[in-house]
């Protein structure tokens, strides 16, 4: 079986080399780029499975590289793991509005960047008899992990994807903001209260008609977020 490959980008090389033994002893192959020109053009050849990315690097910084990833159709479903020094929630937030799916503030664990490589990998790979799941002109197919909306491919990033599958899984259904992480996301996944409504944010302006008057993805104020149900199948 092929291992799953995991890209660190990192301009600290004790940082990368630490990295590297942990996801190796994890059983992951290791790819590692220490500046921004050779993070995308290892990105564009190899197509990691997932990235770990600074966000500052020489030349293109972590946050350029995100948007580059994110508009690009080939690239767009990898996920990518934010490494930042930073500790401001502004920036963290700045870095999901454009896409990230996570990140980890440096001081950090390796076992605990490992765990969240392993929690992000896990979602994005399960693939066996996979349905279709649809809802008022809303469609995805997890196995090909493609969502459509009237016909119309629609990009999304790996944990955008994961949201939107738990909710098409049960459209209705009103889920608390914590269910809908734990759920979708893993119970590894941490992050500031307001990491949920950015991904929400960035999810509404992809699929929705108009993402300030929702018709897909509702809120229910106080508890969470649901998915309509009106004409939803699972098949």
Do not use: C, W
């Amino acid at each position: 079986m092929n291992k799953q490959r995991v890209l660190v980008v990192d301009d600290d090389h004790e940082v990368v080399r630490l990295m590297r033994a942990y996801l190796e002893r994890a059983g992951y192959e290791v790819l590692v780029a220490y500046e921004g020109e050779t993070a995308v053009y290892t990105l564009r050849r190899e197509k990691p499975e997932l990235v770990l990315l600074d966000l500052m690097l020489p030349g293109r910084d972590g946050m350029e590289i995100t948007r580059l990833v994110r508009s690009d159709p080939q690239l767009a479903h990898i996920p990518i793991i934010m490494l930042t020094a930073r500790v401001d929630d502004t920036d963290k937030i700045v870095g999901l509005e454009i896409g990230a799916d996570d990140y980890v503030t440096k001081p950090y664990n390796p076992r605990e960047v490992v765990a969240r490589v392993r929690a992000r990998l896990r979602n994005h790979g399960e693939m066996v008899q996979a349905p279709i799941l649809a809802v008022a002109g809303l469609e995805m197919d997890v196995g090909k992990r493609e969502v459509r909306i009237n016909g119309r491919s629609t990009p999304l990033t790996a944990t955008e994807f994961d949201l939107l599958r738990t909710m098409l899984e049960q459209p209705g259904y009103v889920f608390t903001r914590d269910e809908l992480i734990r759920r979708a996301l893993g119970a590894d996944f941490e992050g500031i209260d307001r990491t949920l409504d950015s991904h929400i944010r960035n999810l509404r302006r992809k699929i929705e008609p108009d993402p300030k008057n929702p018709t897909y993805i509702q809120t229910v104020y106080g508890i969470g977020y649901r998915l309509i149900e009106s004409a939803a199948s699972n098949r």
